[in-house]
């Protein structure tokens, strides 16, 4: 990379959006689970679309490559940079318009989700994304990766919650669509594009995303299932018995929650006798009062025909925190326990809990030290798939042990029709997958990217950036 053209880049901008001091550099080229780590040679901070459009309009004629960064919170090495110039969106962060009677709210790429969510709360809204990282992740980040979180089940991923954006291409250009239109019958509709493109397409420097009211009353609950396939059916029972009021449905084993409880301090199990497999259950419903009447009449339907063997339902705002916190903690209480191989993938719902039994069988019996700790978002389909060593301390001298099971793994999704990838990314962790599995998928990928994109200044490395062989 020319220094003449990054000492140009560098004068040309206000010196509020530029950093090449090592101390702040560091903050930004390694991910929060240290499992990746790299390096850039400048650090960009614009303040505008404006500037995004001049920055990137003289990275392509120089030929610079740029990686831009949200929060940096993404779990498949998309957000850390291998000598690119980064462009870290978190000065952009202001909340732009709140149209309550469009219904919705449009704001700047760098804006943190949680503060999106309060300001969506402030004016009597929901923004209904959810997941465990909302006190950094970015809206761009959100949207570059497709997020997805909790409440899928009943509002859908980010590019479900988009209704316009406004971003940079790589030459400068500014393609902007702001408006909040429901209704669009113009063509192309060009903003899924960049929605889960991973930066590989251009710079999200603004989103118009969707609002929804905000629920009269909410229930939660825990309930002991005997196996995933019990979790499945009771799924199908609650959907049906509360007409269609299920939030969340989350799995978690006895396995990830005995993680929580030793390493997480003041968490406990919520059932007694610690059973196998616990689901967490998120009923919403537009009357007042009326979540939890549903919530205690369906379970107790689900009681009947022998779907669980027992159930709490939260009394209180406070002890529904403490499921959730509960369910949100399992990636910390599993990052203590020691290195796991991670899979988030997905099947369809009538398919999870085949996949199940066959792949938690096919895992620990080819390594006697692998323990499966699969948790997460059931009631889409969407399973945390995560292979342990059942003592702690695991290293990744196990995690090489155990790579093989992998590709098993996601043999065995394929067979189910499933996704090696439901809602983080493919990045550089599962390009090699992505290539082998879906080639005429990644063929045509790559050549929109090449007409966008054809200096491949953008992400050159992440998602698409291994050549077939
Ligand atoms: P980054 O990590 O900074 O970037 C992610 C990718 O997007 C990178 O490739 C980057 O180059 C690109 N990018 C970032 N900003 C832009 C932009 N403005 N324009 C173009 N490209 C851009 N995900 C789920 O879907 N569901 C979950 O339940 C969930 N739980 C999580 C829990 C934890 C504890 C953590 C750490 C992560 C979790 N995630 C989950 C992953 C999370 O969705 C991603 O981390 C998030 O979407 C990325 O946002 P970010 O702002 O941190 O982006
Ligand atoms: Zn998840």
Same mark, same amino acid.
């Given at each position: 990379?020319?220094?003449?053209?990054?000492? #140009? /880049? &560098?004068?040309?901008? #206000?010196?509020?959006?530029?950093?090449?001091?090592?101390?702040?550099?560091?903050?930004?080229?390694?991910?929060?689970?240290?499992?990746?780590?790299?390096?850039? $040679?400048?650090?960009? &901070?614009?303040?505008?679309?404006?500037?995004?459009?001049?920055?990137?309009?003289?990275?392509?004629?120089?030929?610079?490559?740029?990686?831009?960064?949200?929060?940096?919170?993404?779990?498949?090495?998309?957000?850390?940079?291998?000598?690119?110039?980064?462009?870290?969106?978190?000065?952009?962060?202001?909340?732009?318009?709140?149209?309550?009677?469009?219904?919705?709210?449009?704001?700047?790429?760098?804006?943190?989700?949680?503060?999106?969510?309060?300001?969506?709360? !402030?004016?009597?809204?929901?923004?209904?994304?959810?997941?465990?990282?909302?006190?950094?992740?970015?809206?761009?980040? =959100?949207?570059?990766?497709?997020?997805?979180?909790?409440?899928?089940?009943?509002?859908?991923?980010?590019?479900? /919650?988009? =209704?316009?954006?406004?971003?940079? /291409?790589?030459?400068?250009?500014?393609?902007?669509?702001?408006?909040?239109?429901?209704?669009?019958?113009?063509?192309?509709?060009?903003?899924?594009?960049?929605?889960?493109?991973?930066?590989?397409?251009?710079?999200?420097?603004?989103?118009?995303?969707?609002?929804?009211?905000?629920?009269?009353?909410?229930?939660?609950?825990?309930?002991?299932?005997?196996?995933?396939?019990?979790?499945?059916?009771?799924?199908?029972?609650?959907?049906?018995?509360?007409?269609?009021?299920?939030?969340?449905?989350?799995?978690?084993?006895?396995?990830?929650?005995?993680?929580?409880?030793?390493?997480? +301090?003041?968490?406990?199990? $919520?059932?007694?006798?610690?059973? %196998?497999?616990?689901?967490?259950?998120?009923?919403?419903?537009?009357?007042? #009062?009326?979540?939890?009447?549903?919530?205690?009449?369906?379970?107790?339907?689900?009681? %009947?025909?022998?779907?669980?063997? #027992?159930?709490?339902?939260?009394?209180?705002?406070?002890?529904?925190?403490?499921?959730?916190?509960?369910?949100?903690?399992? +990636?910390?209480?599993?990052?203590?326990?020691?290195?796991?191989?991670?899979?988030?993938?997905?099947? +369809?719902?009538?398919?999870?809990?085949?996949?199940? !039994? !066959?792949?938690?069988?096919?895992?620990?019996?080819?390594?006697?030290?692998?323990?499966?700790?699969?948790?997460?978002?059931?009631?889409?389909?969407?399973?945390?798939?995560?292979?342990?060593?059942?003592?702690?301390?695991?290293?990744?001298?196990?995690?090489?042990?155990?790579?093989?099971?992998?590709?098993?793994?996601?043999?065995?999704?394929?067979?189910?029709?499933?996704?090696?990838?439901?809602?983080?990314?493919?990045?550089?962790?599962?390009?090699?997958?992505?290539?082998?599995?879906?080639?005429?998928?990644?063929?045509?990928?790559?050549?929109?990217?090449?007409? /966008?994109? +054809?200096?491949?200044?953008?992400?050159?490395?992440?998602?698409?950036?291994?050549?077939?062989?």
């Amino acid at each position: 990379m020319s220094t003449t053209a990054l000492s #140009d /880049l &560098k004068s040309s901008l #206000d010196p509020k959006a530029w950093s090449d001091d090592p101390a702040e550099l560091s903050g930004h080229v390694s991910d929060w689970r240290g499992r990746y780590r790299g390096d850039t $040679p400048l650090l960009l &901070k614009p303040g505008s679309t404006q500037e995004v459009s001049r920055i990137l309009a003289a990275c392509n004629a120089a030929g610079i490559a740029v990686l831009p960064q949200g929060g940096n919170t993404g779990l498949v090495g998309g957000s850390t940079p291998q000598g690119e110039v980064l462009i870290s969106l978190k000065r952009m962060n202001a909340i732009r318009v709140i149209d309550s009677e469009n219904d919705s709210l449009t704001c700047e790429a760098g804006a943190i989700l949680e503060t999106v969510q309060g300001a969506a709360a !402030e004016a009597g809204k929901l923004f209904p994304l959810s997941l465990g990282a909302q006190g950094s992740a970015m809206i761009g980040g =959100l949207i570059s990766t497709n997020a997805g979180g909790v409440h899928v089940l009943r509002y859908g991923m980010m590019r479900e /919650l988009v =209704l316009g954006l406004e971003a940079v /291409l790589p030459d400068g250009r500014v393609l902007s669509d702001l408006s909040g239109l429901r209704k669009d019958n113009t063509g192309y509709d060009l903003k899924q594009l960049f929605i889960g493109a991973e930066g590989t397409l251009g710079v999200v420097t603004a989103a118009t995303l969707k609002l929804f009211a905000r629920p009269a009353s909410t229930a939660v609950a825990v309930a002991a299932v005997d196996s995933p396939r019990k979790a499945v059916e009771l799924l199908g029972h609650m959907k049906d018995a509360t007409g269609g009021a299920v939030a969340a449905f989350e799995l978690m084993p006895k396995r990830g929650l005995d993680m929580v409880v030793e390493h997480v +301090p003041g968490a406990r199990h $919520p059932l007694a006798g610690d059973p %196998e497999w616990t689901v967490l259950i998120e009923l919403t419903s537009a009357e007042k #009062d009326r979540a939890a009447t549903l919530m205690e009449a369906a379970l107790e339907g689900a009681f %009947e025909r022998d779907l669980l063997s #027992d159930a709490v339902i939260a009394q209180s705002e406070a002890q529904a925190h403490e499921f959730w916190m509960l369910r949100e903690s399992i +990636p910390e209480g599993e990052k203590a326990h020691g290195k796991a191989a991670k899979h988030d993938v997905s099947v +369809p719902v009538s398919r999870m809990a085949a996949f199940m !039994e !066959e792949a938690i069988e096919l895992a620990e019996s080819a390594d006697p030290d692998a323990m499966v700790v699969a948790f997460g978002h059931v009631g889409d389909g969407n399973v945390h798939f995560n292979v342990s060593r059942r003592a702690p301390g695991a290293d990744d001298a196990f995690i090489s042990r155990i790579a093989p099971i992998t590709a098993q793994i996601y043999d065995l999704v394929d067979k189910h029709h499933g996704s090696i990838s439901a809602e983080h990314g493919i990045g550089t962790l599962k390009q090699a997958e992505l290539l082998a599995r879906k080639p005429v998928e990644a063929e045509v990928m790559r050549a929109i990217k090449a007409a /966008l994109d +054809p200096n491949n200044i953008m992400n050159p490395r992440i998602l698409l950036g291994v050549k077939p062989s």
